[in-house]
């Protein structure tokens, strides 16, 4: 073989393995794009592609926070208010933290409103999640948002 075809070869070589680069990258976005689908169906979703209470978002949550994963969601209490909320199971703590607050709770933070850590060892009874939140003044999104809780400690403490 002449040293031209070599040379030719080498650059069809390159070329391909571009293409396959390209592809493996593309494969990879449509991947991520279909795990993203896959987990937002798993969750209770509304016309309006809100996450609303039901089994499948408590579990589905509970299932990430077991494998050591924070979750975000973007959730409505279906009576037009949405909240953008993070759920964390556990944190490195360090110093000494005031209202009872220990590394190994459920941290529930609605972003730019307030958030908590409770404990994972029961329901909470009465409007202890909404006074925790500043919740107590909204009837409809306070239960709403205690229904959320209380179901994702109730998943927790069936998948421990």
């Known amino acids: 073989m002449a040293k031209e075809q ?9 070329v391909l393995k571009s293409k396959a680069k390209k592809c493996y990258a593309y494969d990879r976005k449509i991947q991520d794009l279909l795990d993203y689908i896959k987990e937002m169906w798993i969750m209770n979703v509304d016309e309006y592609g809100e996450i609303i209470n039901g089994e499948d978002t408590y579990f589905a949550i509970a299932k990430h926070l077991i494998k050591g994963e ?22 490195k703590k360090y110093g000494l933290f005031q209202r009872g607050i220990k590394a190994n709770d459920l941290f529930v933070n609605i972003i730019g409103w307030s958030s908590y850590g409770f404990r994972t060892d029961g329901i909470k009874l009465g409007g202890y999640i909404q006074e925790k939140l500043r919740l107590s003044g909204y009837d409809i999104t306070g239960e709403k948002v205690k229904e959320l809780v209380n179901g994702v400690i109730e998943c927790l403490k069936k998948e421990k």
């Open 6 to 14: 070599i040379i030719e070869l080498l650059n069809k070589v390159k």
């Open 70 to 91: 924070s979750v975000g969601i973007g959730w409505t209490d279906e009576n037009s208010t949405h909240f953008d909320i993070i759920f964390t199971l556990g944190i």
